[in-house]
């Protein structure tokens, strides 16, 4: 059953169409990111389901109830919608200690007082701000401020959360620390949520699924594995990864009942591997940094070999930047790695491992 | 079709702010456009003075009678060109010396190491808070001469110096005055931007290699150039349309600016002629108003850009420094702690031009009736119309600032919930128009439209509600201006959250934007209060005996050559203001200590 429907949803401002049009259905209980680049129309799309936004044109459900139709004649305004909402800024109200921040929506949905008092006691703990009650926002760290904001929208119990950006103004260090705490959260109160950010990795990280949006379009709706592995197109590839996805321009060519893809700097056999039949135009291949294999280039291979312009050790993991002519290609190993900068090096792709797209649509071709 | 009535009921009672926009919408069209559009219409049209001096006139008819009257014709020079030649000589004087006199000070105070400087800042933005013509009248004490008629000054009595009539009457007294005045505004306006200019971005031209003088002209002058704009903006505006002054300063050598002509010509029941004279400021106003905004509309955003507002070292002024700050001293003793002397010198003397010991008195003070002086005036403190005059201004203050205050924010927040649409532009817009139109004119519209029960509202001549109401709609203005900008200060997601929450309009009206907005609903309240106090040209129309206010009381004790009441109950006016000053500021800052910026 989906708890949120998109019917055709659009929004221009003036001629634009932030939001062109779009169709989702997110499903009872799930994790739904919306992610892209800014100006994508993700977060449009976020407050028109709040309610914050009204739609140029299209319908608005939620567990089958229109929320917003023209030609029905629905408007069903913010207040009357129940959901939680969380900013980016957090949007606490400054002049309010953290009590009265939770506790003033609640009066206004005429809860008893004593069953206020147990929902702040209960969301405060479950945030860990017990102690915290009488602080004011100013008062308080980045951290704890967001904090207060989730223990705001979670006091409210509503079963839809809607998240816009609600990490991106935290130091790196503490949005890690509250990503695993929003898993853990949605996890533990199974609230149907959709979270929208430009965060690529935050996206991979937190959702059931995930909506990768350009230009008010819907670019592809899939679970984070399939958005990683199998990018339908060349955008959201390029987005989603990092590093960025390797993109290689070249030919597809037949040798002695072989293919091979190829260009100036390299011949890649494709040797197991169903070959799209778009021999002898220019294609794209791609493959991840993770997929290319790196060995020191020996004499006999030397003339494929390809230059190390940059090493970054990071830890865990270290990137490799090689160079061949106007071909460049990022490497991704695990650890620490001996490359020196200007090394000769040869690299080996397992031919599964490549897609090919379409230089023209930017479509995926396999 | 009656889906779509049905959305858009849904919609409107979801949006509060439309319905916001359609109620100024429709205030707005009856008690700003109305008017002017009545104006325009007296204009084209004979009225009941004409009669008599065009013949075959019917009153109501159509005509180019005024304009051909006012434009072209035996009456142009003295109508028309003088007037104009006046107001614009007065005005960009005024304008040149104000804006080099308040740029200096605010410099001085906000870039270089001048000490007592919370001190001289309080004092050196008293003149914004006083009439301008309170310093007209002090300058009379001073330069006064007995040829024009009247009592002769400080300077012919004691010094025996003949004063000149230049100096004692006409352009140069009122440039002076008016300047003295109007300083006040650049200065705030400056301090305000040379405050939110980030030190670092003149660090950076040093670092760079530039001069002083060249950071000087190449970055800080181009970042402050938008308040500079609004600076000449405001006080060519205010000082061209400015009637106080002119009129003690001015009239007694027929000396008239547009303003006063305007005047002379509603006295005498004119009213075609002098709406034509009033349009003719309109439009100044408004060229003036466009061609700001388009040399600077789009540098806007620097005065709004954000610095820390702080100076890690102020410019040392070294030697200069004791010279700096004894010219200060001579300068607010010449135009603050002496005219405010001079005046009440001369509320204790029973003779105005006698200024032995032998002549003090507190008869105008204290005294009862006697009909040999001041045709049997009762001392100030005894004397009941000045008491009700003071109750008046006081209740018109006290009610228009609430009201105003309150109309501000609801503009703004009408304003900014709506931007970027036609309607806000337009409600934001239409409360401005008021500030264009000169004030005598608009209460003669009013007086005309309101004498009578118009609508459903009664007829309102002679009555408090017709000051009040006047009063309120030409500070429209400024409250919507500080409205609008007190509600772009509270980010839009405080109130959206909210309103996510289920919170209802009012609520959060009243708990969240009220609250977020106390500062500048405070300060807004001090400006109207203060304006509504010194209103002068606004409301000489419009007051009857029981409704007269203090301005209207000294400008008729003025007409009755009565100089001790008149700057008697001038102090009054001058206490009064100093005392809502500190009350108001008093009861501002203990309560604005949480701050209003997110984040």
């Given at each position: ?18 939001v062109?049009?779009i169709?989702?259905?997110?499903v ?5 990111t ?5 100006g ?8 028109m389901i ?13 567990d ?10 629905v408007?069903?305004p913010p ?7 969380m ?6 109200w400054?002049?309010m200690?953290?009590t ?9 949905k ?6 206020i ?5 209960d969301?405060l703990?479950?945030?860990?701000l ?20 989730l223990?705001r ?13 609600p990490l991106s ?5 503490l949005r890690?620390?509250?990503r695993?705490e929003?898993k853990?959260l949605?996890?533990?109160l199974?609230?149907?949520t ?9 996206a991979?990280?937190l959702?059931d ?7 008010g ?7 984070p594995?399939?958005?990683?592995m199998n990018p339908?197109n ?13 993109l ?12 091979f ?6 011949k890649?056999d494709?040797?197991?591997?169903v070959?799209p039949?778009?021999e ?7 493959v991840?940094a ?19 312009y940059?090493v ?5 993991e ?5 160079q ?9 190993l ?22 090919f797209?379409n230089?023209?649509?930017?479509e995926?071709?396999? | 079709?009656?889906?779509t ?9 979801s949006k ?6 359609i109620?100024?919408?429709?205030v707005?069209?009856f ?5 002017f559009?009545?104006m ?7 009225q ?9 006139a019917?009153?109501g008819a ?14 142009t ?15 960009f004087?005024?304008t ?13 105070f ?8 919370k ?7 008293v ?7 309170v310093?007209?009248?002090a ?10 008629g ?7 009595t ?9 100096l004692?009457?006409?352009f140069v ?5 008016l ?9 705030l306006l ?12 003149e660090?950076a031209?040093s670092?760079?290699?530039?001069k ?7 970055i ?5 150039l ?45 009213m ?5 004279l009033?349009?003719?400021l309109?439009?100044?106003a408004?060229?003036?108003?466009s061609i700001?905004?388009k040399i ?6 620097f005065?709004t ?8 070292k102020p410019?040392?002024l ?7 700050v ?10 603050i702690?002496?005219p405010?002397i001079?005046?009440t010198?001369?509320?204790f ?10 002549n ?12 040999m ?11 009941r119309?000045?008491l009700?005059a003071?109750?008046n201004s006081?209740?018109l203050?006290?009610l ?9 924010l609801?503009i703004g927040?009408?304003?900014?919930k ?5 309607l ?5 817009g239409v ?16 007086l005309?439209?309101f004498?009578?029960?118009f609508g ?10 017709l000051?009040?109401l ?7 203005p400024?409250s ?6 007190a509600m ?5 997601s405080?109130?959206e959250t ?8 009012l609520?959060r009206?009243r708990l969240?934007?009220l609250?977020?907005?106390?500062s500048?609903f405070?300060s ?8 509504a106090?010194?209103?002068?040209s ?11 206010l203090?301005?209207?009381m000294?400008?008729?004790?003025k007409?009755?050559?009565?100089t ?9 006016l ?9 009350i ?16």
């Amino acid at each position: 059953m989906s708890k949120i429907s998109l019917d055709n949803l659009t929004k221009k401002f003036g001629i634009v169409a932030a939001v062109d049009g779009i169709n989702l259905d997110v499903v009872e209980g799930e994790f739904l990111t919306l992610l892209g680049p800014s100006g994508c129309g993700k977060t449009t799309t976020l407050r028109m389901i709040a309610g914050l936004e009204e739609p140029t044109s299209g319908e608005l459900y939620s567990d089958e109830k229109v929320l917003f139709s023209k030609e029905k004649g629905v408007y069903v305004p913010p207040e009357m919608r129940n959901l939680g909402f969380m900013f980016q800024s957090y949007a606490l109200w400054p002049h309010m200690n953290v009590t009265r921040n939770i506790t003033l929506g609640l009066e206004s949905k005429k809860i008893p007082s004593s069953e206020i008092k147990t929902r702040v006691n209960d969301v405060l703990n479950k945030v860990q701000l017990k102690g915290y009650e009488d602080r004011f926002p100013s008062e308080l760290s980045g951290g704890q401020q967001q904090r207060v904001a989730l223990a705001r929208m979670i006091a409210a119990k509503s079963d839809i959360f809607l998240m816009d950006e609600p990490l991106s103004n935290l130091d790196a260090m503490l949005r890690i620390d509250m990503r695993s705490e929003l898993k853990h959260l949605h996890n533990e109160l199974g609230a149907t949520t959709v979270y929208v950010t430009h965060d690529q990795v935050e996206a991979l990280t937190l959702s059931d699924r995930i909506v990768v949006m350009n230009n008010g379009k819907i670019i592809q709706c899939d679970t984070p594995e399939a958005i990683y592995m199998n990018p339908q197109n060349l955008f959201v590839a390029k987005f989603v990864g990092s590093p960025p996805i390797n993109l290689m321009k070249g030919r597809i060519i037949k040798e002695n009942n072989n293919l091979f893809f190829k260009n100036k700097a390299i011949k890649l056999d494709l040797k197991g591997v169903v070959a799209p039949e778009t021999e002898s135009s220019d294609i794209i291949a791609a493959v991840r940094a993770e997929d290319i294999e790196v060995s020191p280039s020996s004499s006999e291979n030397q003339s494929e070999a390809f230059n190390v312009y940059s090493v970054l050790p990071a830890g865990s993991e270290t990137i490799i930047t090689l160079q061949r002519g106007e071909t460049e290609l990022a490497v991704k190993l695990s650890g620490f790695s001996s490359t020196k900068m200007n090394d000769s090096i040869s690299i080996k792709i397992r031919p599964e491992k490549i897609s090919f797209f379409n230089p023209e649509t930017e479509e995926l071709i396999r | 079709m009656f889906k779509t009535l049905k959305f858009y009921r849904a919609k409107l009672r979801s949006k509060p702010e439309l319905i916001l926009s359609i109620f100024f919408i429709i205030v707005f069209s009856f008690l700003i456009v109305v008017p002017f559009l009545k104006m325009i219409h007296t204009t084209f049209t004979y009225q009941s003075y004409d009669l008599r001096l065009a013949r075959g006139a019917v009153q109501g008819a159509f005509t180019w009678f005024h304009y051909q009257r006012v434009f072209a014709s035996d009456l142009t020079k003295s109508f028309f060109i003088t007037p104009l030649l006046n107001s614009i000589g007065v005005g960009f004087s005024v304008t040149i010396i104000a804006m080099i006199l308040g740029s200096l000070l605010a410099w001085l105070f906000v870039r270089t190491d001048i000490p007592h400087r919370k001190f001289f800042q309080t004092v050196i933005v008293v003149p914004y808070m006083i009439p301008s013509w309170v310093i007209a009248l002090a300058w009379q004490l001073f330069f006064q001469n007995t040829r024009i008629g009247g009592q002769s000054g400080v300077l012919s009595t004691f010094f025996h110096i003949d004063v000149p009539d230049w100096l004692s009457y006409g352009f140069v007294p009122i440039v002076i005055c008016l300047a003295l005045h109007y300083y006040s505004y650049t200065f705030l306006l400056m301090s305000g931007a040379l405050q939110t200019i980030d030190s670092e971005l003149e660090e950076a031209g040093s670092i760079a290699g530039l001069k002083r003088r060249e950071i000087l002209r190449k970055i800080t002058f181009p970042l402050v150039l938008p308040a500079l704009g609004s600076s000449f903006v405001l006080t060519v505006t205010r000082s061209m349309g400015t009637f106080g002054t002119p009129a003690l300063l001015g009239l007694p050598v027929r000396f008239f600016t547009l303003p006063t002509q305007i005047y002379a010509m509603i006295n005498a029941r004119n009213m075609g002629d002098s709406f034509v004279l009033a349009l003719v400021l309109i439009v100044m106003a408004i060229t003036a108003i466009s061609i700001n905004n388009k040399i600077i509309g789009v540098r806007k955003s620097f005065v709004t850009m954000k610095g820390k507002g702080f100076r890690a070292k102020p410019m040392e002024l070294g030697k200069a420094k004791p010279v700096l700050v004894a010219l200060l001293i001579v300068f607010i003793i010449m135009i603050i702690v002496l005219p405010i002397i001079m005046l009440t010198w001369s509320t204790f003397m029973l003779l105005p031009d006698n200024y032995s010991f032998s002549n003090l008195t507190s008869h105008f003070w204290v005294g009862k009736s006697v009909a040999m002086i001041s045709s049997g005036e009762p001392g100030i403190f005894r004397n009941r119309g000045v008491l009700r005059a003071t109750l008046n201004s006081v209740k018109l203050g006290v009610l228009a600032s609430i009201v105003n205050a309150f109309l501000g924010l609801l503009i703004g927040y009408s304003v900014v919930k709506n931007r970027g649409t036609r309607l806000s532009k337009l409600i934001e817009g239409v409360a401005f128009a008021p500030y264009v139109f000169p004030g005598i004119a608009f209460s003669a519209i009013y007086l005309g439209m309101f004498s009578k029960s118009f609508g459903p509202i009664p007829a309102m001549y002679g009555t408090f509600s017709l000051i009040l109401l006047i009063v309120i709609v030409k500070n429209l203005p400024f409250s919507s201006r500080s409205g609008i900008a007190a509600m772009l200060q509270v980010d839009k997601s405080l109130e959206e959250t909210a309103s996510i929450q289920g919170i209802p309009w009012l609520k959060r009206f009243r708990l969240i934007i009220l609250p977020l907005c106390k500062s500048g609903f405070v300060s807004g309240m001090l400006l109207t209060f203060i304006t509504a106090m010194r209103e002068l040209s606004l409301v000489i129309l419009l007051v009857a005996p029981n409704t007269g206010l203090l301005t209207t009381m000294i400008f008729s004790y003025k007409t009755q050559e009565q100089t001790q009441h008149v700057n008697g109950v001038t102090l009054i006016l001058l206490v009064i203001i100093i005392l809502a000053n500190i009350i108001i500021k008093k009861f501002a800052n203990t309560k604005t200590g949480q701050s209003i910026n997110l984040g």
